[in-house]
């Protein structure tokens, strides 16, 4: 099974990204230039990922008490990657990039979650990067930022602590000025940093020259004490080895040490770490505490950290769903040659008939289906989010505001959604190998391992459906969700018009309208606890009516031609409305009467 | 967090289990010597079973060319259990057991599951040894069935093979008569069996003196060939170690040779083997196959076999309940302790302010009550099934036939409801965990992936949905459907004249028609293919539906004396009608139009 036809029909026929190439920044590029990117990322990811998805997973990342170990294929897929340019795609051609747009990186990004999905996490150095773009001085761009673009170093973002994971404003790493003249250091203000980074990704390896950690702290107020809430939060670049403002190593190694390594249940491919700083492991020029180089303006770390957050959601949504989908294109080749049973009904009683292949059952169709809807429905969801972003960086400045505020409401969905409903395609795929999909001979259980990661990085499930519902419905007094009303009003007027998808163009219609209703009545109280209690329900009925409506839309796009594969798409769609859909009224009833059940039980009757 | 007082409420404010106690075969019993059994149990899995469960994911067994490698523990825990006398607690006090209700035996045995699912696999040697109670020779009682009682041997199940999983009909384990006189063996029959069986737990290992294997295989018929389905299987006993008459072991090894052990996400305290039959690599008295004495009659293996299948599905059943309960006892230690952000509302805009432990946070209490209402539903659920099988053995002969058919509409539901939500109650303790719910220095990503078994193993989701949809509710034209819902109905009538309950008997009669409505419209066509299309949702619908029931009826019995365990209990029924029961409708509706989207699609287009 290949992924192509689908990303073509998605990206082409349904989001025409080949008017991309319409827009200024992207004259250079037509749809030559983008096939050529996704050839050339679905040979490497062909080549260099899948062959070791399950070896990365085996051979765990360990600390021989000097080094940390990584199978040799985790470097050749690091490499590869890198040489192929993906790393600066999106970069101006004057900084080295492609100018590609963010539609057709995602889309080619795709290929490498769907073979490897831990193997190589480049996502991080390149937001790294990219948030040094935008924030950074000209020679923390020339230094870091390029560096990181070519490859010759790699990128982290240290957030959590160990005592401060979804709650940043307790961060209590330290940062003060490093002497006289701290101000006048050509890298950025000089700082020593002292504290500790829990669950930071690739914080220590060899694969590059030196590792580029960007670190949230807090410069301590004139009292002396850091200031309380995300407000005294600052931004560093901290790395692990210093370098000259020419970017070379000065040979002197930086006070980041590895505390741990994380042994997770999946994702193992990414070496995840607690790194200290200043403990005093590497003390480094005479005094202690770790070098940092302050980025922007001190106590604006959060803003700079959230700058790239919207399209770091959008790429975990794809992991999410290319997982999902890696775990339906296995089933989907068990089921066609596994011959087990027979078919219900008469033909099924002659039980000296030869077994069928278990894709005629029907419960086992219904299971690939399940799949094959969460799957493409979560992939067409990532690649409109990621049009979004074009939209928003090369649009003009009523679209570029329009598709900013979409993407803010939007932003959760793609986050969240394929983080859980792949995520029970996953299960989904084991469940149809039987006794196989639980060994470890065939992919699927570690692609629900893999899986379960989503809905805990970069911002719980729980803490998605707070921004969406305390924050995201109700910013600029409701404009996101009145921009994602008017979106749906015109996916269901063209519906309306096919009498073939009228029935899903007036379930949708209706749905909207249940969310609508819910939103309302939920902050009708006007009292946050109450209002949010059920913001998980709330995320996950706003999802399922989102996924409705990007299947509907996708099928207006559908070609008439009664192939196999837009029959395939149609009965996705179909399934989505007929099996999925309905369950918004259950998640929806508890939102809109701010159902304590929950909230109200004291703790010692749990 | 203990079990023992949700034990004792069920066991004897809910279930009177004590009155048990005046029917003659339990005459010698009282809450006193129930209590003993329970007390033992609990301490044999506190210090045999909890300290190891880690060890024995790790540890997997292994095969060193000679002999399968289990860690100490494994036989310590094994060697416990067998001296507790838990093997044959349900025997004649003749035949050196307790006498023990069954309803008692489950109840004991969840501590075990609780402590460590997969170190010591009791369950199959107790089911081999029961069957042979039931169908085998007095010589085959004594010779095998009493020395699996008394731990010396321990038992397996050879059903699947390879080629036919769910399939039985297709087993291709072929047995021959062995000889001349082959019928004077006084252990029985004697055959020469050659095959392979797939998924065999226990199969291989060095735990007792013997493995007595428990063989489904097809005698010839006249023309030489395997009879066609299920009616060709006959039942042998193949002991590893052949033994004589007296159950000494005569020093010959029979031809039952390890062919792999397969590799799994979890369980892995329990060998999972593949095994051959007569493959030649222990050639045994002179002529080729593994030696088998058939029990009961020929071609009658699949009724023997399927004698002990609602006890065995209802172990499964407990076994994912006790993974759902374990992991929810650690994620509210976790949420008890893990100070981490501040609770929404005024009160927490003040940074300043110190965190809050998680477990004030709304959507955490809802994750935990959640998690709750499935495994304490879910317990109830087996247990009262448990106390049917007693009122099967031991009532009169009218209230034992109700009590039979019964278990059999309400079996397919304990073996899977669990499966299905004490899994997801495992995903939910471990999103309460965060970050380090994915790291294995926390026991609940284990609880995940061990009970993920539980939808695969002894019948999977999909057979038991068929087996519901298409036998259980239209046997005896419908008898056991109506038995139920006699129940239900007394159940209703108990909570309606309760003011506080009134709402939940009003929502569960409205279940309860829906799902016969359903039901109807199902087969309404009467055609197996559409009907049965969507058994699977309507498995979920018929498990929420029964477990609502069982949440009232627990309601019912609760003490109105204001208990922080009474209010969480209540809550938790609460949850299960506020959050959960409303999804009836949504499975329902698929199967009442006998939705054909996934049926109909062609494999072309998937």
Same mark, same amino acid.
């Given at each position: 099974m290949s992924l192509r036809p689908l990303l073509d029909f998605l990206l082409y026929d349904w989001l025409q990204a080949e008017k991309l190439a319409e827009r200024p920044r992207y004259a250079e590029h037509s749809r030559e230039t983008f096939d050529a990117v996704l050839d050339t990322c679905e040979r490497i990811a062909r080549e260099k990922y899948a062959p070791f998805n399950r070896l990365v997973d085996t051979e765990e990342p360990r600390f021989d008490g000097e080094k940390v170990i990584l199978p040799a294929a985790t470097l050749a897929a690091s490499r590869a990657y890198a040489e192929s340019g993906m790393l600066s795609a999106a970069q101006d051609y004057d900084e080295g990039g492609m100018q590609l747009p963010f539609t057709v990186e995602a889309a080619a990004n795709a290929f490498f979650a769907l073979a490897s999905v831990s193997i190589n996490s480049a996502l991080l150095t390149k937001g790294n990067a990219n948030l040094l773009l935008v924030h950074g001085s000209p020679v923390q761009k020339a230094v870091f930022a390029r560096n990181e673009f070519n490859g010759r170093f790699s990128g982290t973002m240290c957030l959590s602590e160990p005592q401060a994971g979804s709650s940043l404003s307790d961060v209590a790493t330290r940062a003060v000025p490093d002497g006289d003249g701290f101000e006048a250091d050509p890298l950025g203000p000089r700082f020593r940093l002292t504290g500790n980074k829990m669950w930071i990704s690739s914080g220590e390896h060899e694969l590059n020259e030196n590792i580029v950690h960007l670190v949230l702290a807090k410069i301590p107020g004139p009292d002396g004490k850091p200031i309380p809430g995300t407000r005294g939060i600052s931004l560093f670049i901290v790395p692990k080895k210093l370098v000259d403002t020419e970017g070379r190593l000065t040979g002197e190694r930086n006070d980041v040490a590895l505390a741990g390594l994380n042994h997770k249940l999946g994702w193992r491919g990414t070496t995840n770490t607690l790194l200290n700083f200043g403990e005093g492991r590497y003390p480094v020029r005479g005094s202690a505490g770790a070098i940092g180089y302050l980025v922007g303006e001190p106590h604006e770390g959060l803003r700079c950290m959230f700058h790239m957050m919207n399209e770091a959601?959008?790429? /975990?949504?794809?992991?999410?769903?290319?997982?999902?989908?890696?775990?339906?294109?296995?089933?989907?080749?068990?089921?066609?040659?596994?011959?087990?049973?027979? !078919?219900?009904?008469?033909?099924?009683?002659?039980?000296?008939?030869p077994q069928v292949r278990?894709?005629?059952?029907?419960?086992?169709?219904?299971?690939? $289906?399940?799949?094959?809807?969460?799957?493409?429905?979560? $992939?067409? +969801?990532?690649?409109?989010?990621?049009?979004?972003?074009? /939209?928003?960086?090369?649009?003009?400045? &009523?679209?570029?505001?329009?598709?900013?505020? $979409?993407l803010e409401v939007l932003t959760p969905i793609a986050k969240s959604w394929p983080s859980e409903w792949c995520l029970e395609a996953n299960s989904l795929a084991i469940q149809v190998?039987?006794?196989?999909?639980?060994?470890?001979?065939? !992919? /699927?259980? &570690?692609?629900?391992?893999?899986?379960?990661?989503?809905?805990?990085?970069?911002?719980?499930?729980?803490?998605?459906a707070m921004d $969406?519902?305390?924050?995201?419905?109700?910013?600029?007094?409701?404009?996101? +969700?009145?921009? +994602?009303?008017?979106?749906l009003e015109q996916t269901i007027a063209r519906a309306a018009a096919q009498p073939a998808l009228a029935d899903e163009a007036a379930a949708l219609t209706d749905a909207w309208a249940q969310v609508l209703q819910a939103t309302q009545a939920a902050w009708a109280g006007g009292e946050p606890e109450r209002a949010l209690a059920n913001a998980v329900p709330y995320l996950q009925a706003f999802g399922h009516t989102v996924l409705a409506w990007i299947w509907l839309d996708v099928?207006?796009?559908? !070609?008439?031609?009664?192939?196999?594969?837009?029959q395939g798409r149609l009965a996705a769609m179909r399934f989505f409305y007929r099996y999925e859909l309905p369950r918004i009224g259950a998640w929806l009833a508890v939102v809109a009467r701010c159902d304590s059940t929950c909230l109200d039980l004291p703790e010692e009757a749990f």
């Open positions: 959601r959008i790429a /975990v949504g794809t992991s999410a769903t290319m997982l999902g989908l890696a775990g339906y294109y296995a089933a989907l080749d068990y089921a066609k040659n596994r011959p087990q049973g027979r !078919p219900q009904g008469k033909a099924g009683k002659d039980a000296a008939a278990i894709i005629e059952h029907a419960d086992v169709k219904r299971m690939l $289906l399940a799949q094959k809807s969460y799957g493409e429905g979560a $992939l067409a +969801l990532e690649l409109y989010c990621a049009r979004l972003v074009d /939209v928003q960086r090369t649009g003009g400045a &009523q679209a570029a505001a329009e598709a900013g505020l $979409l190998h039987g006794g196989y999909g639980y060994t470890r001979d065939f !992919p /699927v259980e &570690q692609y629900w391992r893999d899986n379960r990661l989503n809905m805990i990085h970069e911002g719980t499930h729980g803490i998605q $969406l519902l305390g924050r995201k419905v109700r910013m600029e007094e409701g404009r996101g +969700l009145q921009l +994602l009303g008017a979106r099928a207006c796009s559908m !070609p008439a031609d009664g192939s196999a594969a837009a």
